[in-house]
């Protein structure tokens, strides 16, 4: 088992920071692709970020591009979701999320992905 806690969500306004972090703990963190994902009322959980187990690969999606970066360090057993030039459609609820994986190698649909955070609000004002 993998429990992940994150935290550093709060109220921002538009074009600011937050950084976001998630504690992973239970199993060898390492061997785990990390991904963040956010789910804003009245829609989806949609991807927002992901990261091989070396941080040698990552993914995001177009929205976010130049304005986010997710890293990790394995030493801390940590996953991080770097925010910067926040925008009010950023505003929902983040999850961080790990998935069991020998390949080196990220991971985009969520239904991979085997544990999952209780989730952390984000909030944009205008």
């Known amino acids: 088992q993998v429990q992940l806690v994150e935290s550093g969500g709060g109220l921002v306004q538009a074009g600011g920071s937050l950084r976001l972090s998630c504690a992973a703990s239970?199993?060898?963190?390492?061997?785990?692709?990390m991904g963040w994902f956010r789910q804003a009322p009245g829609k989806e959980r949609d991807l927002v970020a992901t990261?091989?187990?070396?941080?040698?690969?990552?993914y995001y999606v177009d929205s976010v591009k130049g304005r986010f970066t997710i890293s990790r360090d394995n030493a801390k057993n940590t996953v991080y979701l770097q925010m910067n030039s926040l925008k009010p459609e950023d505003t929902a609820v983040y999850y961080c999320?790990?998935?069991?994986?020998?390949?080196?190698?990220?991971?985009?649909?969520?239904?991979?992905?085997?544990?999952w955070g209780q989730g952390t609000q984000v909030t944009v004002s205008s």
């Open positions: 239970g199993r060898t963190f390492s061997s785990f692709a």
């Open positions: 990261i091989s187990w070396s941080g040698g690969n990552t």
């Open positions: 999320a790990a998935k069991a994986t020998r390949r080196d190698y990220y991971y985009t649909v969520q239904y991979d992905y085997d544990y």
